[in-house]
C-alpha cells in the first residue's frame, strides 16, 4: 500500500526526480538534493568505505559524490587526501560549502567531471569507490576503464549499487533515464578492465536489502 502511495506521488513529477538524482541542478539539487542524497545513500556508502578499508595516508576518490558524506567519512577515517568528481556543478558548489575546512586546507579537491573522463594521473588513487552511480553509466566500459586506469597497483576499487530487480520495483522515477545493469554485467566490466578479485558482495537489512558491492583490485604487478 505505502508503495502504490508513493508511486502516485511521484508520478507526475518522476521525470523531474530522476534528473536530480543523476545530476542534481538548481537550486533544488544544491540544497535539498544533496542532503536527501546524503541520507538516503549513508548506508550504503558506509558499507562501500568498510570494504575499500580507508586507513591513514590513502589518497581517496569518490566518483559521483553526491551529497559529499563518503568523503567526510573517508578524512574521519585517515585519509591522507579525499579528492570527489560529479558531473553537478551543485553538488560540487554544496559540498564545498559543507566541507570547505577540509578543502581550505588542501585536505579535500572537489572536480566536476564525468566517470568516463576522470581527471586524474594513471595510477594515482589508492582506493575509488562510487556509490549508486552505475545507474546513469549507459554503457558500463569506458567508466570501468577509467576507474582502473587510475588506481595505483595493489589499489582498490568498490561499487556500490542496487541490483536490477530492486530498481524495477522503484516504480515511475527509474524509467526516466536510468540503465538497469544486472550484476554480473558489472563484474564483467570491471574484469574486462583489467582489474582483479573481482568479487560481488550481497547486503541485507533495512534500505540495503538488494544492494550489492563490487570489490575488485588492481594487480600489484
Known sequence: MRRVLFNRVLGPVSGF???????????????????????????????????LG??????????????????DLALRAGA?????????EAAVAAVARR????????QLGLLCARASELPFANRSLDKVLSTNT?????????????LARVLAPGGRLVLGF???????????ITRHGFTFH??????????????????LRALHGGST????????ERPAR
Do not use: C
Open 80 to 88: 591522507r587526501h579525499a579528492a570527489g568528481v560529479d558531473p553537478s
Open 134 to 146: 552505475i545507474y546513469f553509466w549507459p554503457d558500463l566500459a569506458p567508466p570501468a576503464a577509467e
Open 182 to 199: 544486472e550484476r554480473g554485467e558489472v563484474a564483467r566490466a570491471l574484469e574486462r578492465a583489467g582489474l582483479a578479485q573481482v568479487e
Open 162 to 172: 542496487s541490483d536490477a530487480d530492486k530498481l524495477r520495483g522503484f516504480g515511475p
Open 17 to 51: 526526480v530522476a534528473r536530480q538524482l543523476g545530476e542534481p541542478h538548481g537550486v533544488f539539487g544544491r540544497i535539498v538534493m544533496t542532503r536527501l542524497l546524503n541520507r538516503g545513500n549513508r548506508r550504503l556508502i558506509e558499507a562501500a568505505l568498510a570494504a
Open 99 to 106: 566541507l570547505r575546512r577540509p578543502l581550505r586546507r588542501g
Open 209 to 216: 536489502e538488494g544492494d550489492y558491492l563490487a570489490v575488485a
Open 54 to 71: 580507508v586507513g591513514p595516508g590513502d589518497d581517496v576518490l569518490d566518483v559521483g559524490f553526491g551529497g559529499g558524506v563518503a568523503l
